[in-house]
Each structure stands twice: as structure tokens, then as C-alpha cells.
């Protein structure tokens, strides 16, 4: 099947520090799309990213799309603990089959 | 409110029993599926479908089966559950109206011992 390498795997900060995390594909997605997971929880959506190039903001969320559609970034500014979580990324291929990442584990120091 | 629905939330079985998660969503959504989520694997897609009497298997379908008899239910069955299959599992929903939006129910913890 087809592969999302997401890194980092997992991340230990202190509190108000800013996040990156990325998401990169041997192959083009047509849409890519951030998710949250919170402990026993399902993954909830985040942001949503439709063009290449496309730059979009969530409060202190912000994702971009690629140029080549073959990566995406999330980034997270002044982060709070509540940020604590597991990120996903996600895309859509040309065959409309949603594949994700292995995801990137936060952890927030107060 | 209630979304997309998953029940059980938790259940240990015996290798070799049957068991069948049951998913329904009130959106009146046309596609549905189920993943299974393992440590540090993200989440995989075991099977979906997309409408009422059409299914089709994702990237890993052996040992589940699913029917898809209602728009609101997609049940998804272990036939003869394996050790290898103790993992999350989620059922999640997209409708045309809304986009690329995928909602994911709360997820059911199955052991298999």
C-alpha cells in the first residue's frame, strides 16, 4: 500500500514553545488533511488542505500543502498543554483512498 | 448529536471466536469504513464501502468481513479472531456534502487472547 512517513514520531517540548511536524509521500495526494487523536478518543480533524501550495490557518494550527503534493507541515505555535496528543496526517490519492501517517506523539511541558 | 456510533467500546475474545462490531452513523452519509490503528502504524484501512449494498476492501482485509444492508450500518466481522488482530478499531463516515471531512467514531479496544 502506499506510504505516509510522518516525523517526527514523537515530541517532548515545554510549554509555549512553536511545533513542526510533516508528512512526506513517494507518490501525489490530492488532498491532505491534519488530525488530532486524543486518548481513547477517535482522530478529530484539524485542517483541510485542497491545492498544492495552499497555506491555511487554525487558531494556532497552520498547515500547507506542498508544491509537489507529496508533503505536507503542521505547525503549532505557543503551544499549551492541552496540545498533548497524537497528530496524524492523512491523504487523499487519485483513487480516493485516504491513507495516513504513523503519526507524531506530542507532550507538553507545563 | 451522536455522529458515528461504535459498540462495543471494549471486548477480549478467545482465538477463534466471532464477533461482530457494530457502527452506525445518523448523517446520512454514503461512505463508510473501518480502520484498525496498531502501535506507531497510524491508522489502516480494513474495509469500506460507498453506498448501501456496495463494499470493497482497503489495504487489510483478510480475516474481517463486512456487509453494508442500510445506509446508517456497516458492521465489520471477525470470523475466527487471531491474536494478530488485537488492536483500535474505528468506523468512520463521509457524506458528499461535506467535503473531505471524515468523522470517526469513539473506537472499540479489542483483545484477542
Known amino acids: 500500500g502506499q506510504q505516509l512517513n510522518q516525523s517526527p514520531q514523537s515530541m517532548f517540548i515545554q510549554e509555549g514553545e512553536d511545533v513542526s511536524m510533516n508528512c512526506t509521500s513517494s507518490?501525489?495526494?490530492?488532498?491532505w488533511l491534519w488530525y488530532k487523536q486524543d486518548p481513547g478518543e477517535g482522530p478529530v480533524l484539524l485542517i483541510a488542505l485542497y491545492k498544492a501550495g495552499e497555506l491555511t490557518s487554525n487558531g494556532r494550527l497552520t498547515a500547507q500543502f506542498g508544491i509537489t503534493r507529496k508533503d505536507s507541515f503542521l505547525n503549532i505555535s505557543a503551544s499549551i498543554p492541552s496540545d498533548v496528543g497524537i497528530y496524524f496526517c492523512?491523504?487523499?490519492?487519485?483513487?480516493?483512498?485516504?491513507?495516513f501517517g504513523g503519526g507524531t506523539r506530542l507532550m507538553v511541558k507545563p | 448529536n451522536a455522529g458515528v456510533t461504535q459498540t462495543p467500546k471494549f471486548q477480549v475474545l478467545k482465538t477463534g471466536q466471532s464477533m461482530t462490531l457494530q457502527c452506525a452513523q445518523d448523517m446520512n452519509h454514503e461512505y463508510m469504513s473501518w480502520y484498525r490503528q496498531d502501535p506507531g502504524m497510524g491508522l489502516r484501512l480494513i474495509h469500506y464501502?460507498?453506498?448501501?449494498?456496495?463494499?470493497d476492501q482497503g489495504e487489510v482485509p483478510n480475516g474481517y468481513n463486512v456487509s453494508r444492508s442500510t445506509t446508517e450500518d456497516f458492521p465489520l466481522r471477525l470470523l475466527s479472531a487471531a491474536p494478530s488482530q488485537t488492536s483500535v478499531y474505528f468506523c468512520?463516515?463521509?457524506?458528499?456534502?461535506?467535503?473531505?471531512?471524515?468523522?470517526f467514531g469513539e473506537g472499540s479496544w479489542l483483545t484477542v487472547v
Open positions: 468512520a463516515s463521509r457524506g458528499s456534502m461535506s467535503g473531505n471531512t471524515i468523522y
Open positions: 492523512a491523504g487523499y490519492n487519485a483513487g480516493n483512498m485516504l491513507t
Open positions: 464501502s460507498v453506498g448501501a449494498g456496495i463494499t
Open positions: 507518490s501525489i495526494f490530492n488532498t
